[in-house]
T-cell receptor, first 115, second 112 residues
Framework: DAGVIQSPRHEVTEMGQEVTLRCKPISGHDYLFWYRQTMMRGLELLIYFNNNVPIDDSGMPEDRFSAKMPNASFSTLKIQPSEPRDSAVYFC?????????????FGPGTRLTVL | GEDVEQSLFLSVREGDSSVINCTYTDSSSTYLYWYKQEPGAGLQLLTYIFSNMDMKQDQRLTVLLNKKDKHLSLRIADTQTGDSAIYFCAERGQPGRRALTFGSGTRLQVQP
């Protein structure tokens, strides 16, 4: 398996523009997570899905952020309009949803810079 | 709420042992994890321990868990320059909750 795939790897945009980050989880995994990593706040959970349904979106910063999972193999995280404080590395992770350890596997991340 | 804390930086010499420490507050933690992040890369799972265990060994890695003190440590034996990275401690709370709470990460620098 190719692991969790994220695109783009790097995104530079101007304040006010719409940004869409994409994620393809590992095939067969039931859970998908979006995290944000910054120097100031470390790794924060934004939202996670189970079987394409959002379970916990309490970490989504504000209404400018939205996430969707239209099918089991694809998810998007959209920021509209983007602001400089959204600059961060955004990670997607997936897990099988099995009882027990249920390890999360991370993608390589998307480094977002909002000018 | 849940909180996970780690020291920010550790420097060791090649060949020495490294010990990275972590404390957490959630007494209902079920699993605790150690992840490694190399520059420009995502997080890679190193090892995990179930909360009813007090030690787990995996090659050069030893995880110690003191559940009473809510203290977790990762020992890397014979540390190599390739071990230089940021190490994150993470915990998963109640069994039904899938999300992880991460510490701030410890940057390990291995000097030749």
């Amino acid at each position: 398996d190719a692991g969790v795939i994220q695109s783009p790897r790097h995104e530079v945009t101007e304040m006010g523009q719409e940004v869409t980050l994409r994620c393809k989880p590992i095939s067969g995994h039931d859970y998908l997570f979006w995290y944000r990593q910054t120097m100031m706040r470390g790794l924060e959970l934004l939202i996670y899905f189970n079987n394409n349904v959002p379970i916990d979106d309490s970490g989504m910063p504000e209404d400018r952020f939205s996430a969707k999972m239209p099918n089991a193999s694809f998810s998007t995280l959209k920021i509209q309009p983007s602001e400089p404080r959204d600059s961060a590395v955004y990670f997607c992770a997936s897990s099988p949803g099995q009882a027990g350890t249920d390890t999360q596997y991370f993608g390589p991340g998307t480094r977002l810079t909002v000018l | 709420g849940e909180d996970v804390e780690q020291s920010l930086f550790l420097s060791v010499r090649e060949g020495d042992s490294s010990v990275i420490n972590c404390t957490y507050t959630d007494s209902s933690s079920t699993y605790l994890y150690w992840y490694k992040q190399e520059p420009g890369a995502g997080l890679q799972l190193l090892t995990y321990i179930f909360s009813n265990m007090d030690m787990k060994q995996d090659q050069r890695l030893t995880v110690l868990l003191n559940k009473k003190d809510k203290h977790l440590s990762l020992r890397i034996a014979d540390t190599q320059t390739g071990d230089s990275a940021i190490y994150f401690c993470a915990e998963r709370g109640q069994p039904g909750r899938r999300a992880l709470t991460f510490g701030s990460g410890t940057r390990l620098q291995v000097q030749p």
